[in-house]
């Protein structure tokens, strides 16, 4: 974890994040938090995360979802070098959480 992320006002954030009960409770949260760029943004880089897991190539990454080379390889390197959340929940996502 990176330890300058871990602050009282994040916690806030996840433990709200964590309250919510379905699809629509985050549609409704996230369309008030965030920006619609700044939810495609990351509902992009999520996708990335799971073509990558499935072996697309950067050429079919970009093609399908619009994304970068540089938001691809970003997300590659956190893929490879983060903290394995992207790989936690693509395997709770695959078995349904």
């Known amino acids: 974890m990176n330890k300058k992320i871990k602050t009282d006002a994040v916690d806030q954030l996840f433990n709200a994040i964590l309250c919510l009960k379905d699809q629509d409770e985050c549609y409704n949260f996230f ?33 399908k979802t619009g994304a970068s080379t540089a938001t691809i390889s970003r997300v590659n390197r956190s893929l490879n070098y983060g903290n394995d959340g992207y790989d936690m929940i693509l395997e709770r996502l695959n078995h349904q959480c």
């Open 31 to 63: 369309e008030d938090l965030c920006t619609v760029n700044e939810l495609l943004s990351l509902s992009q880089r999520f996708e990335v995360a799971s073509m990558l897991r499935n072996n697309n190539t950067y050429l079919e990454i970009a093609e």
